[in-house]
């Protein structure tokens, strides 16, 4: 969250689309909570752990964001993601793309029994 929220319009904006409600008060307590909580936590696994008053057990934070960034990076899957967002927005399309590869395979086989047929 700390990644997301750094000023009071970023928490106006995720309070807005339903994310997350504010029982602070205003919108800049709640992103300078975020900001503090934030600070202690390692950003990269050459930090020194006995200097440092972190919240989360470094190495495991670590590993978990790397895991994380991992995931998001790899292409295929943006891939897919844009793909379905663009393309399968709505139910209809979804249909529409099924019906048309049933359409597609249902050829193919049509086409196989007239070159061979049994």
Do not use: C
Not at 8 to 33: C, H, M, P, T, Y
Not at 60 to 73: M, S
């Amino acid at each position: 969250m700390d990644s997301l929220i750094d000023n009071a319009e970023d928490v106006k904006e995720l309070r807005l689309s339903g994310i997350f409600s504010n029982l602070l008060g205003s919108d800049q307590d709640l992103a300078n909570l975020f900001n503090e909580l934030g600070a202690d936590l390692p950003t990269n696994k050459f930090s020194d752990w006995r200097l440092s008053n972190a919240v989360a057990l470094r190495e495991k934070h670590i590993a978990v964001k790397q895991q994380i960034e991992k995931h998001y990076t790899t292409k295929w899957k943006t891939w897919l993601t844009e793909a379905y967002n663009t393309h399968f927005s709505t139910p209809w399309t979804i249909i529409a793309f099924f019906a048309a590869l049933l359409i597609v395979i249902l050829t193919f086989i049509q086409t196989f029994f007239t070159i061979d047929p049994r």
